[in-house]
């Protein structure tokens, strides 16, 4: 069999792919075989009867179609692979001839992955992000933890905004109460927005045996009657004033368990450095992964990116159905059209595609390779934020045949970890910072040399 080559742009080859008259001879004698099974002739056994009968049977055209059939699979995939190429869509034929006096002869039109060299991954330079924590910072997580241990007492005065009031609210929409919005007894904190901001406004300056009465329109996302004009009933119990404890060393014991509130704060500080360096390490990943992808001009063929696409909208049309409204239902409450959702859906699509691509290139230009344990620390990894057994997980990638996907994706988070050991990252907390941070582990005690042994590279001394 031969295989002509033809490259009509970046994306999509034609193949001209021609087969000896054997060759066709055999796809019909096979075709016919398998048809002999299907069919009873009589004076034969089930699918032992000669072909000539088998023709006279069910036609030269039905052994032709399936003979044709088959071999066009058979020949198409011996010829990717002579070529290797890599397709992404299903392939158009055009056959020529097919017959078993002249052979076969055909032509296939198909998306390729486009041919890409990797570019040098060493020498990206990015800049770390913030993770420095500024005092106002560590004052407001300071600040949230008195609240937490903040005492509350009833007071003769009128509410001030940072109050709480105890409440009973009443809810009618067009003169009929809403039932399930009946609140008794209630502690509300002037201020806080939870209901709606008129409600704020009107707590303000209420004082103990209050009842406040107003019209407000309920939010859209209200069950049931949602952006109507509801109105509101509310009878203030009382007025409670938070008292926050001072920031001491007995807070710092009561909260912490801490010696001394310089402690305390200087912990503050750590965790707030610590979560920022780890979210750092996140976005530091697609920084510099967007760097090198950059670095190609990578164009994405046409139909992964439209399957791409049509995955995505089906998996949303989905998720609409499951709250029992539709997609187009779903992307008017998120205020967009679904023609202006496609675009950015596919300008976002292209985007990861050609990532993937490029990641793709990079682990086989490395030789990068998936081991049985880096799949047991991905099913770990899923179990763990779908909150359910590993085996569990390893399952259901079996029974959905997902492995070729999830092996995909464990290669491509090696390429970018081997970008990202290479980049140039300025800016960073340095590595004594990271071990008090609990980070990186303690720095290592360096290796004492063997006794009695020499080095390689100088001659052991001799005795004078």
Known sequence: MTTDVERLDDVSVKLSVEAAPERVRAAFDRAARTIAKDISVPGFRKGKAPRRVVEQRVGTAAIAQAALDEALQEFFVEALR??????????????????????????????????????????????????????ADITAQLDRLREQFAEVEVVDRAAAAGDLVTLDLRLSVDGAEVESARVEGALYEVGSGGVTPELDRRALGASAGDVLTYDDELPEAYPEHGGATATFTVTITDVREKRLPELDDDFADTAGGFDTFDEMRADVADSLARRRILEGRHELRGVVTEAYVALHDVPVPPTMLADAVAERLERLALEAQQFGGTLDELLQLEGTSREDYEVRLGEQMTTMLRAQLVLDALARGLGLTVQAADLDREFSRLAMEHRTDPKRIAELVRDQGTLPVLVGDVLRRKAIDVVVEAADITGGPDDATMRRLGLVDEEPAPEEPAAEESSPEEPAAEES
């Open 82 to 135: 002579a070529t290797e190429l890599d397709t992404v869509a299903r392939p158009q034929i055009d056959v020529e001839r097919f017959d078993e006096a002249d052979g076969c002869a055909f032509t296939v039109t198909v998306e390729v992955r486009p041919e890409i060299t990797p570019a040098d991954h060493h020498g990206i330079t990015v800049s770390h992000p913030e993770w420095q924590v500024p005092d």
